[in-house]
């Protein structure tokens, strides 16, 4: 459903850019109250439901693409995938869906494809053909896709189908636990190689909590799986990484980890949690060895819950990360404080704060990040909840998601290697008739030449949102024709019940958004003028190994020639590309053909030469 036309005609808005917002002071019965440590849900352990209802009164402005009355889209981190832009432009939506209110046995994967601009009808029935949540979808061998959720069993539904948009699904369940293991949950997954046909699997093996068992020591392993031809068969299965074992952890929880897109063979994912080291782990030969990177240590990672601690600064389990053009990692996490009392682990939701750290930056210093003040003054605070002009503060208590007051990070990375930011935090202002703070989709960017953020900007400013709740932002991974596209969870009541009883059950809706790339830029000033004018990207990865890639965004139809040239500048590789039509292009190039050493890369369009270096190890 689009615009009311009657409101753009009363009304005429743009998206409020708050000058220097500073956080909201946060009092003292919001900062020191603790809750238990969040336990991460499954299918089979959805709390018990309240018998009162609200009926969702949904205001009109973007295209609503489906619904739900279950209203968790995940524990802590979003799903990768949730929303994937197909290269002609069309999209693939998912989440979870359920309708019955009582143990939500209808509960599997909400789909829903545009095509040419236009949504298909909002799904009422699942993908699957058992209880099933936490899908992702994924283009799979070529022009197909693939749906990966979970059930909570030994083994978890993955669906495909041979073109993307249409056809019948095919399940298998061929991707099962391994050894003791009583189920597999919360899984994350990406697709990459030629045509897709390799699959890298995250998910943890049930916890003791779920009704599960330890398995090789972990109260919830986190597990790797592989696939090289598209699911039929899995070379790694049930593989726990490299210090991601129980000499250095008592466990992970659900939902603590997030995929980057991967760049050709070089993979990476981020893990946080309240009671593990915040980490990243980066393959640079397609899932065969990984390295792990500390990003913010955790000193009680081994807690059983009976160790008693002081109050710490960890993550709150919300992560997500992101590789540039030239291969370095970007990441966002939320902030949080947590307690072990020797009887119970506690976290604080009333702690506030996206932060930022990419993989050129040491092991992050907990003095600096334990204040947020601190963190604004190291200039690593990317989100927070902001105060506004009329002074408002936060209404207490707020509804509880497991998470903190800023969370949900996501992260895209522009052909120019600008850095977008989008998260949910709570807003100020405009209360519920709870009276309970909305929370909204908030945003900033990064200039890629500059040490500079955008201002914050509320996505949700404005009375065409007022008095909504936005959660649980997906974006699919590039722009097209310069627009984020975006998805979230929105509802008239704040708050979600499966994360928090006190909340009614209430009807949910999936609703589908662009926002311009203009949106964070001043007024006349492009992202293409601001990051650069040569239209030929740095190649990433870089240092190469294997294959190589790099992107040529022509502005109108030219004649492309690549040639690769050594130190001594002899032409040693030459790609006549032809004429090749407007629009963003990506390239390859084998360097495993090349002897290591310093390269450069030439790519002539319609004559005029643009060049970047590479280096081959």
Not at 65 to 70: D, N, P, Q
Not at 515 to 529: D, L
Request: charged share 15%; proline share 6%; with cysteine.
């Amino acid at each position: 459903m689009k615009k009311l036309l009657l409101f753009a005609l009363l009304f005429t808005l743009g998206v409020a850019v708050m000058a220097q917002q500073k956080p909201v002071k946060l009092s003292k019965s919001i900062q020191n109250r603790t809750l238990p440590s969040f336990k991460a849900l499954d299918n089979g352990t959805s709390p018990a439901q309240p018998g009162n209802t609200v009926a969702n009164s949904k205001a009109v402005l973007d295209d609503i693409i489906g619904g739900s009355r279950y209203d968790m889209q995940t524990n802590a981190s979003i799903q990768n995938n949730r929303l994937v832009m197909w290269p002609d432009g069309n999209l693939s939506a998912t989440w979870t869906m359920g309708m019955a209110d009582a143990a939500y046995n209808d509960r599997g994967t909400g789909y829903n494809y545009r095509n040419a601009g236009a949504w298909g009808p909002q799904p009422t029935v699942r993908i699957e053909s058992m209880k099933s949540g936490w899908p992702s979808v994924h283009p799979w061998m070529g022009n197909g896709e693939m749906i990966m959720a979970h059930n909570s069993t030994k083994f978890m539904p993955m669906n495909t189908r041979p073109v993307k948009g249409t056809g019948a699904w095919t399940q298998n369940l061929r991707l099962t636990a391994p050894g003791n293991a009583f189920g597999l949950v919360w899984p994350r997954t990406i697709t990459s190689g030629p045509n897709h046909q390799y699959i890298h699997v995250l998910v943890v093996t049930t916890p003791v909590a779920n009704g599960g068992t330890v398995y090789q020591g972990l109260d919830g392993a986190l597990i790797y799986y592989r696939s090289l031809d598209g699911g039929a068969t899995w070379d790694k299965q049930g593989i726990i990484l490299p210090q991601l074992t129980s000499s250095e952890y008592f466990g992970f929880s659900g939902d603590d980890y997030s995929w980057a897109q991967p760049h050709g063979d070089t993979l990476v994912f981020v893990n946080g949690g309240q009671w593990t080291d915040t980490f990243m782990m980066k393959s640079t030969d397609n899932g065969n060895t990984w390295t792990k990177t500390t990003i913010l240590p955790n000193y009680y990672s081994k807690n059983n819950g009976t160790t008693i601690t002081p109050t710490f600064i960890c993550c709150d389990g919300s992560v997500a990360c992101e590789m540039d053009k030239n291969g370095v990692t970007h990441v966002a996490f939320g902030r949080m404080r947590a307690i072990c009392t020797g009887s119970a682990k506690n976290y604080y939701p009333g702690t506030d704060g996206i932060v930022y750290w990419n993989s050129t930056m040491p092991v992050m210093d907990t003095a600096i990040i334990t204040e947020i003040d601190s963190c604004f003054a190291h200039n690593i605070l990317i989100g927070y909840v902001a105060s506004n002009a009329a002074g408002d503060s936060i209404l207490d208590p707020f509804p509880t998601y497991g998470v903190g007051l800023s969370s949900f990070p996501q992260i895209i990375v522009d052909d120019y290697n600008n850095l977008y930011f989008l998260w949910s935090s709570l807003t100020v202002g405009n209360p519920s008739p709870d009276p309970l703070n909305y929370r909204h989709i908030w945003a900033r960017a990064w200039y890629h030449n500059k040490a500079e953020w955008t201002e914050m900007i509320d996505l949700n400013d404005g009375v065409f949102y007022m008095f909504q709740e936005y959660v649980y932002p997906s974006v699919a991974s590039s722009l097209k024709n310069d627009k984020i596209q975006l998805i979230t969870q929105t509802s008239s009541q704040p708050g979600a019940n499966i994360k928090d009883a006190t909340i009614p059950i209430h009807d949910v809706y999936i609703e589908y958004r662009e926002v311009p790339g203009s949106t964070f830029w001043p007024t006349g000033v492009e992202n293409k003028t601001v990051a650069s004018k040569n239209p030929v990207s740095q190649n990433y990865p870089n240092p190469v190994k294997g294959a190589t890639y790099f992107n040529v965004n022509l502005d109108k139809a030219a004649s492309v020639i690549v040639e690769v040239s050594n130190m001594m500048g002899q032409k040693i590789m030459s790609m006549d590309k032809g004429f090749v039509n407007a629009g963003n292009q990506v390239y390859s190039l084998d360097g495993s053909q090349l002897a290591p050493g310093v390269y450069f890369y030439s790519v002539k369009i319609n004559g005029e030469s643009f060049t970047h270096k590479m280096i081959v190890e």
